[in-house]
């Protein structure tokens, strides 16, 4: 009978057991946004300022401190596994071992998680990441924090890693993050919603509940989502046991912050100074190949050559060269270039803010700015490209012009003296059924298209591709325009459609208690940073009236103003307001325009910037009391004051119950410098009150 075994005693000398940490890589991203380009390739292998979009993201992992890196492929499988057989993360020098699942039938990442779930290989924390991520945090340590933080809520089962940025940033997706309603001690994510269709108001109820139980709430839509997430074994499960989650964010996260049953918490990581993005539309693959070349993402820059046969070199103006690169003697290479090995520019040509691949021939004469020509791509003499994608192989023939947004996908070839209009796309590959960014077409050859002669004439090959075809978000006619700008690379602020006037409603009430409370302490620092904003906020405003910027723009500022310094719309309706009264002063008194003109044109001009700040009555007697009080301490004040209270309500911008509730405030009447501009405006509102009365009397004898 052999010997029984011993049990292990501890000596105290014991090294602590290391948790591996694996990764989870999404390779699909289950959209179409890329197409034409992904009908032959999938995203992920898509270049970036000339380097494979997955190499990013497993650069990144490559100092996360990641054992296992698994790849999740349900389409273009094949192509993705043998790429990363050949890669240098399949030597034996690779710092983590890598994997690449085929889930052939997900349609989603819910579809993959449920895949993952199946094969029961998650038994600690993990990381999961989209497979086109560009990063340069330190993970170590948020990951670190994850793990405090589970420690004290054993609830804890996600921390999503989020971005600070202004709403206006380019490399925030044109879809927007939604909005994110935090316990800001804790970071804990107590709601999520997604940015509401363009152009809709976009309302969320939420609990009066989980505003008294927490001591500050704080309502973020200043966040880009990097989709890096710290999960737990618990959610590859909770996909399984949710059979109609499909989406992380709209979802899963919605879901489980909403639900009453399941009792989980979820977290967020906000990085203030480091990088991170995803690349997940034609505009956020613009903003990120600039933020790579411009450097905002250093250390991962051009130079750093992430693949072994790289041999970039940095110049000043950040202009980058592989080896091997030829250029004429009078040709112009400008800042932010990128320029890979045996590429040649010919004469008098000049290349600006552009990423141009390897074997490359570009002729003499030839313009091209803000674009992104990928591999053995020829462009004959004097063609013009501008903010453009040209892909491997494709050819542009002399004098050919590509306007803006334009996409030529993988062997085109553009005609002599052809012009692609603005957004034109066109492939070799006719559409058959419908494609996500990571599905491919397996005929070869019965898919290629007749030649579009009206597109890219005679001597061109391939055809016009309409992005109508598909649709990602929204799939009503009214949302038409919205999907084309998804799929566009020209950057636009009116996609920004995520409205503050859901956020002011819910925390209006919390946000007057928490003003009282304040209060009470006299000076603090939150009037400092009110005395802040309103100094910054007036200099925005009088900044976007000298300069006539387009009022949108002029309310992002503001808005990202006024998130960054915690202050409400009060503030930000008296800091424009003085903007207004103070240039329509200085007209009057320098004789440049009558009162009556000037104070009509500012008015009438900015109401839609107005309108981002008003959201109810009371905020419209407050706007008119705005006035009021800045009028009061400038010349002409009375006159102002009449014209603007005219001005506003003949425009829609104030109501009649506005102007009653401002005019028998008591504090409208509370000093001699308040009640002397009201000389005018009385007449203002007594024929305002009799029009209404008019109009009321009226209906009355109609339905008699």
Same mark, same amino acid.
């Given at each position: 009978?052999?010997?029984?075994?011993?049990?292990? #005693?501890?000596?105290?000398?014991?090294?602590?057991?290391?948790?591996?940490?694996?990764?989870?890589?999404?390779?699909?991203?289950?959209?179409?946004?890329?197409?034409?380009?992904?009908?032959?390739?999938?995203?992920?292998?898509?270049?970036?300022?000339?380097?494979?979009?997955?190499?990013?993201?497993?650069?990144?992992?490559?100092?996360?401190?990641?054992?296992?890196?698994?790849?999740?492929?349900?389409?273009?499988?094949?192509?993705?596994?043998?790429?990363?057989?050949?890669?240098?993360?399949?030597?034996?020098?690779?710092?983590?071992?890598?994997?690449?699942?085929?889930?052939?039938?997900?349609?989603?990442?819910?579809?993959?998680?449920?895949?993952?779930?199946?094969?029961?290989?998650?038994?600690?924390?993990?990381?999961?990441?989209?497979?086109?991520?560009?990063?340069?945090?330190?993970?170590?340590?948020?990951?670190?924090?994850?793990?405090?933080?589970?420690?004290?809520?054993?609830?804890?089962?996600?921390?999503?890693?989020?971005?600070?940025?202004?709403?206006?940033?380019?490399?925030?997706?044109?879809?927007?993050?939604?909005? !994110?309603?935090?316990?800001?001690?804790?970071?804990?994510?107590?709601?999520?919603?997604?940015?509401?269709?363009?152009?809709?108001?976009?309302?969320? +109820?939420?609990?009066?509940?989980?505003?008294?139980?927490?001591?500050?709430?704080? !309502?973020?839509?200043?966040?880009?989502? *990097?989709?890096?997430?710290?999960?737990?074994?618990?959610?590859?499960?909770?996909?399984?046991?949710? !059979?109609?989650?499909?989406?992380?964010?709209?979802?899963?996260?919605?879901?489980?912050?909403?639900?009453?049953?399941?009792?989980?918490?979820?977290?967020?990581?906000?990085?203030?100074? +480091?990088?991170?993005?995803?690349?997940?539309?034609?505009?956020?693959?613009?903003?990120?190949?600039?933020?790579?070349?411009?450097?905002?993402?250093?250390?991962?820059?051009?130079?750093?050559?992430?693949?072994?046969?790289?041999?970039?070199?940095?110049?000043?103006?950040?202009?980058?060269?592989?080896?091997?690169?030829?250029?004429?003697?009078?040709?112009?290479?400008?800042?932010?270039?990128?320029?890979?090995?045996?590429?040649?520019?010919?004469?008098?040509?000049?290349?600006?803010?552009? *990423?141009?691949?390897?074997?490359?021939?570009?002729?003499?004469?030839?313009?091209?700015?803000?674009?992104?020509?990928?591999?053995?791509?020829?462009?004959?003499?004097?063609?013009?490209?501008?903010?453009?994608?040209?892909?491997?192989?494709?050819?542009?023939?002399?004098?050919?012009?590509?306007?803006?947004?334009?996409?030529?996908?993988?062997?085109?070839?553009?005609?002599?003296?052809?012009?692609?209009?603005?957004?034109?796309?066109?492939?070799?590959?006719?559409?058959?059924?419908?494609?996500?960014?990571?599905?491919?077409?397996?005929?070869?050859?019965?898919?290629?298209?007749?030649?579009?002669?009206?597109?890219?004439?005679?001597?061109?090959?391939?055809?016009?591709?309409?992005?109508?075809?598909?649709?990602?978000?929204?799939?009503?006619?009214?949302? &038409?325009?919205?999907?084309?700008?998804?799929?566009?690379?020209?950057?636009?602020?009116?996609?920004?459609?995520?409205?503050?006037?859901?956020?002011?409603?819910?925390?209006?009430?919390?946000?007057?208690?928490?003003?009282?409370?304040?209060?009470?302490?006299?000076?603090?620092?939150?009037?400092?940073?009110? &005395?802040? !904003?309103?100094?910054?906020?007036?200099?925005?405003?009088?900044?976007?009236?000298?300069?006539?910027?387009?009022?949108?723009?002029?309310?992002?500022?503001?808005?990202?103003?006024?998130?960054?310094?915690?202050?409400?719309?009060?503030?930000?309706?008296?800091?424009?307001?003085?903007?207004?009264?103070?240039?329509?002063?200085?007209?009057?008194?320098?004789?440049?325009?009558?009162?009556?003109?000037?104070?009509?044109?500012?008015?009438?001009?900015?109401?839609?910037?107005? #309108?981002?700040?008003?959201?109810?009555?009371?905020?419209?007697?407050?706007?008119?009391? *705005?006035?009021?009080?800045?009028?009061?301490?400038?010349?002409?004040?009375?006159?102002?004051?009449?014209?603007?209270?005219?001005?506003?309500?003949?425009?829609?911008?104030?109501?009649?119950?506005?102007?009653?509730?401002?005019?028998? +405030?008591?504090?409208?009447?509370?000093?001699?410098?308040? #009640?002397?501009?009201?000389?005018?405006?009385?007449?203002?509102?007594?024929?305002?009150?009799?029009?209404?009365?008019?109009?009321?009397?009226?209906?009355?004898?109609?339905?008699?």
């Amino acid at each position: 009978m052999p010997p029984k075994k011993q049990a292990n #005693k501890k000596t105290g000398n014991e090294i602590p057991e290391v948790t591996p940490l694996i990764a989870v890589v999404m390779s699909d991203s289950y959209e179409n946004r890329f197409m034409p380009l992904t009908l032959e390739k999938p995203r992920c292998l898509l270049p970036l300022a000339n380097t494979p979009l997955i190499e990013y993201t497993l650069e990144f992992l490559s100092t996360a401190g990641v054992s296992d890196v698994y790849v999740v492929c349900s389409s273009y499988a094949e192509v993705v596994e043998n790429y990363i057989l050949k890669s240098k993360w399949s030597l034996a020098s690779s710092p983590f071992s890598i994997h690449v699942l085929k889930s052939p039938e997900s349609q989603s990442v819910g579809d993959a998680l449920r895949d993952i779930d199946a094969l029961g290989f998650i038994e600690h924390d993990f990381l999961l990441i989209s497979g086109d991520i560009v990063s340069n945090f330190d993970f170590k340590s948020v990951f670190q924090a994850h793990k405090d933080r589970k420690t004290k809520d054993k609830n804890s089962i996600m921390t999503m890693v989020l971005r600070e940025a202004s709403v206006s940033h380019r490399t925030r997706a044109k879809s927007g993050a939604g909005l !994110f309603v935090l316990d800001e001690p804790t970071s804990r994510c107590v709601r999520y919603e997604p940015a509401p269709r363009p152009n809709k108001n976009g309302y969320i +109820n939420l609990d009066v509940e989980i505003l008294s139980e927490l001591e500050t709430v704080s !309502f973020r839509n200043d966040l880009i989502d *990097c989709h890096i997430d710290i999960c737990t074994p618990d959610i590859p499960a909770l996909f399984t046991e949710n !059979f109609d989650y499909n989406s992380i964010r709209t979802d899963f996260v919605k879901g489980i912050l909403t639900s009453d049953i399941l009792g989980k918490t979820i977290y967020t990581h906000i990085l203030e100074k +480091n990088y991170s993005a995803r690349v997940e539309s034609y505009q956020t693959y613009d903003a990120v190949s600039k933020d790579v070349i411009s450097r905002y993402s250093y250390p991962v820059v051009p130079e750093r050559n992430i693949m072994e046969d790289q041999t970039y070199s940095y110049q000043m103006g950040h202009i980058y060269k592989e080896e091997g690169v030829v250029l004429a003697q009078s040709c112009i290479i400008e800042s932010g270039t990128v320029i890979g090995s045996n590429t040649f520019v010919g004469d008098g040509s000049k290349i600006s803010k552009t *990423c141009i691949g390897r074997n490359c021939k570009i002729g003499r004469n030839v313009s091209i700015i803000d674009s992104y020509i990928w591999d053995n791509v020829v462009i004959e003499d004097n063609a013009v490209i501008t903010k453009s994608i040209v892909a491997n192989d494709a050819v542009i023939k002399k004098g050919a012009k590509l306007e803006a947004g334009s996409v030529v996908s993988f062997n085109v070839v553009v005609g002599e003296n052809r012009v692609l209009a603005k957004d034109v796309k066109v492939t070799t590959r006719q559409r058959v059924r419908e494609y996500s960014d990571d599905e491919s077409s397996d005929e070869d050859e019965e898919d290629q298209a007749e030649i579009d002669v009206s597109t890219i004439g005679e001597d061109g090959k391939g055809h016009l591709y309409h992005d109508s075809d598909d649709s990602d978000y929204y799939e009503s006619e009214d949302d &038409e325009e919205y999907n084309r700008s998804l799929k566009s690379m020209i950057y636009s602020v009116e996609s920004f459609s995520l409205s503050d006037t859901s956020i002011h409603s819910i925390i209006n009430t919390h946000k007057k208690t928490h003003r009282r409370y304040s209060s009470n302490s006299g000076v603090s620092e939150g009037d400092d940073d009110e &005395e802040n !904003f309103r100094t910054e906020a007036v200099e925005s405003v009088t900044r976007s009236i000298t300069e006539n910027h387009d009022p949108d723009i002029a309310a992002l500022e503001l808005n990202t103003l006024r998130m960054s310094m915690n202050v409400g719309y009060h503030e930000v309706r008296s800091a424009t307001i003085a903007a207004f009264i103070t240039f329509i002063s200085k007209m009057v008194t320098t004789g440049t325009l009558k009162v009556k003109e000037a104070t009509e044109n500012m008015f009438i001009k900015w109401i839609p910037l107005l #309108k981002r700040q008003v959201f109810e009555t009371d905020d419209e007697a407050d706007l008119i009391y *705005c006035i009021q009080v800045e009028c009061s301490k400038r010349p002409h004040g009375e006159f102002i004051l009449a014209y603007a209270l005219n001005a506003l309500y003949d425009e829609d911008m104030v109501s009649e119950e506005a102007v009653d509730q401002w005019w028998e +405030n008591p504090e409208t009447h509370s000093s001699d410098k308040l #009640k002397d501009v009201l000389k005018y405006a009385e007449k203002v509102v007594d024929n305002i009150q009799n029009a209404e009365e008019e109009t009321d009397s009226e209906s009355e004898e109609e339905s008699d």
